[in-house]
Nanobody, 129 residues
């Protein structure tokens, strides 16, 4: 059973920063893509950032230049550094793991599907103006 444990959320003022962490264990994939999603109240889940097995990364347009995804493969952890936060970033953040695609147009889709089977408790990010 895949285990995903997110941490690092909190409440900050606009312009502040947070670093989210996710520890991943027991995934069944020989080669993985990993990513971060978020869901605000009343809104659909949205892919935020991902990296694939070839270390390629992708971001939703609204966070480009502000968020950075990274990983520590030895510790099976993925991080999301979030800078210049705005109230629009307020959401529950979840990490996801899935089979590597090596096709950036598919990665968010595959990760979103994978979240149907395994997901963590999420970590809340609240940004005040």
């Amino acid at each position: 059973q895949v285990q995903l444990v997110e941490s690092g959320g909190g409440s900050v003022q606009a312009g502040g920063s947070l670093r989210l962490s996710c520890e991943v264990s027991r995934h069944p994939y020989a080669s993985v893509c990993m990513g971060w999603f978020r869901q605000a109240p009343g809104k659909e889940r949205e892919g935020v950032a991902f990296f694939d097995a070839d270390d390629s990364t992708g971001y939703v347009d609204s966070v480009k230049g502000r968020f950075t995804i990274s990983k520590n493969s030895a510790e099976n952890k993925v991080y999301l550094q979030m800078n210049s936060l705005s109230p629009e970033d307020t959401a529950m953040y979840y990490c996801a793991v899935g089979p590597s695609q090596l096709n950036s147009s598919l990665t968010f889709y595959v990760l979103n599907l994978a979240m149907r089977d395994h997901w963590g408790q999420g970590t809340q990010v609240t940004v005040s103006s």
